[in-house]
């Protein structure tokens, strides 16, 4: 099956994955881009859902872009799949792409309360003339389905961002800032760096070097004033609350911040009790105390959570898969020891 991109009527074709017709130069994921001519340009397709056309990119209509990064994303590698995020603010658009086998809801909602932060920052440089009003568009992708990149490119209705970065490494809330505040130099210009840059005898070397490039982007465009903001709630349900305060995640009841990790699922409520999950433990709480905890020795994260009136079962896949299961009448937890 194919790969290619190609421009049609200001829409994006993308299709398949393999052989077929000579490339100009490599697409992310290792999909071979189709040269287009149009208007007397040749455009080739690029990372991030944008077309190349020597070092500046043309952006196309939003609903192409996610087309185009859903198939470059899906065809990194074998036994990898894109679970997206997608969350939206007045200012800006953010797709969140984490590989299944390692996804992790609480990182995507750092990215959602980052975002919300960031959008108020946007609307400001707005009202003070330095940006056009014009929505951001932004993607940020798991390493392991794409190759290292950084692209920020501009067109009419929009600012392009589309960030991949190596080992795992995802911007921080300083970052995404210089990102915003490039966009409002006055001699702004594009910015498209990435490892297809860095081709030598038709091998792409080490992602570290486009790494070190976009690392020195950050260094030169980073202001040593910070973003201030309120505590921002990511997520909540039945009396719980994620926030994001102070640089990190938090869960709080009744305005009380509770002291476990956010590095796991959300938590669930089963009757007045709920049950906090961190990497290696579970715990119980009511009324703000922790009543019973079990230590886990293998990683439970990205289990399924199924909560009834009276058991709560933790397991894989479909329920009868089960792992630990909370009693409330016992306040007990068991474990299931066919479970290897």
């Known amino acids: 099956m194919k790969s290619y991109l190609k421009c049609s009527e200001n829409r994006l074709i993308a299709w398949g994955c393999g052989g077929g017709k000579q490339a100009i130069t490599p697409c992310l994921c290792g999909a071979l881009p189709e040269a287009k001519r149009v208007d007397g340009r040749v455009l080739i397709g690029g990372n991030g859902g944008f077309f190349r ?187 719980v609350s994620l926030q994001f305060a102070s640089g990190s995640l938090r869960y709080v009841i009744d305005d009380t911040p509770l002291p476990f990790k956010v590095n796991a699922d959300l938590p669930v409520k089963i009757q007045d009790r709920y049950l906090f999950f961190e990497k290696d433990s579970i715990f119980v709480v009511q009324d703000l105390q922790t009543i019973n905890s079990i230590k886990r020795i293998d990683n439970f994260y990205g289990f399924m959570v199924y909560v009834h009136s009276k058991w709560v079962n933790i397991g894989r896949r479909e329920e009868k898969y089960w792992v630990y299961s909370y009693s409330y009448e016992q306040n007990r937890f068991f474990k299931n020891d066919n479970f290897n």
């Not at 990898?80 to 007045?90: G, I, L, Y």
């Not at 130099?185 to 992602?207: C, L, M």
């Not at 260094?219 to 349900?237: F, G, L, S």
């Open 53 to 239: 056309e020597g070092r500046l990119c043309v952006g196309v209509k939003k609903a192409a872009v996610i087309l185009s990064l859903f198939v470059l994303t899906a065809t990194r590698a074998n036994a990898t799949n894109c679970t997206w995020r997608v969350f939206q603010t007045e200012k800006i658009n953010l797709a969140f792409c984490q590989n299944y086998t390692d996804f992790e809801e609480t990182t995507a909602l750092l990215y959602k309360a980052k975002i919300m932060i960031l959008n108020d920052y946007v609307k400001e440089k707005i009202a003070k003339g330095e940006l056009e009003d014009k929505k951001f568009e932004i993607f940020i992708n798991a390493p392991i389905l794409q190759l290292v990149h950084l692209d920020l490119t501009q067109g009419k209705n929009g600012y392009f961002v589309s960030i991949t970065q190596h080992n795992t490494r995802y911007p921080s809330l300083q970052q995404l800032k210089a990102i915003v505040d490039y966009y409002a130099k006055p001699d702004w210009e594009p910015f498209i760096v990435g490892i297809y840059d860095y081709v030598i005898g038709g091998v792409w070397t080490a992602p570290e070097i486009a790494q070190k490039k976009i690392d020195d982007f950050y260094q030169q465009n980073m202001t040593a004033d910070t973003i201030t903001y309120q505590p921002v709630t990511a997520w909540e349900k039945e009396g």
